[in-house]
């Protein structure tokens, strides 16, 4: 675990090698920024990979935004469809369901919410959340606190990295681990 003279930490993945910026979230820590918007070939490599470590399931879940992709890439490769989590109530949703998170990330309280033919697709359902990275698990349990009041059976919760203490959490899967500074 080194960062180099450039600030950056290097992660190697799926085969692929990522020049990581570090940067601080604030003054007693910081941590290598891992984005995958845009970044199709590292989505494409580890799609598979987490697939492989992923129990049964119906019905895959993501919060906007940074976990799109992935819930996108593996929905694609399984031949089903994923549900976004989304950070605000749109104008098209019907009796939504709301839940607050509090992002190691995001300096302020957030909501996710769930359209009401979301919530019907969830009920009753194995359900898979899936996202980027999960570092102190406030956002995959905001999710997770979502499906359960959806009705949804959570079977996993699964990010490419877990970074910090999230590695020893034995309810992440995980590909691999992302250190704190």
Do not use: W
Not at 16 to 42: C, K, W, Y
């Amino acid at each position: 675990m080194t960062i180099n003279k450039a600030k950056t930490y290097t992660l190697e993945i799926a085969g692929l090698t990522r020049q990581l910026p570090v940067i601080p979230i604030n003054e007693h820590m910081s941590i290598a920024s891992f984005v995958i918007l845009g970044d199709t070939e590292l989505v494409c490599r580890v799609a598979p990979e987490l697939i492989k470590k992923l129990p049964p399931f119906d019905v895959l879940v993501t919060a906007e935004a940074k976990g799109i992709p992935l819930a996108f890439e593996i929905a694609r490769l399984l031949g089903m469809s994923y549900i976004v989590a989304r950070k605000s109530i749109k104008s098209y949703m019907e009796n939504p369901v709301i839940e607050e998170v509090n992002s190691i990330t995001t300096q302020k309280t957030q909501i996710l919410s769930l359209n009401g033919e979301d919530v019907a697709q969830i009920r009753n359902r194995r359900v898979v959340i899936v996202d980027d990275v999960i570092s102190t698990g406030e956002s995959v349990n905001a999710v997770a606190r979502l499906v359960e009041k959806a009705g949804g059976k959570i079977v996993a919760k699964a990010a490419i990295l877990a970074e910090g203490d999230a590695a020893l959490n034995p309810d992440i899967i995980y590909l691999e681990k992302l250190p704190t500074f």
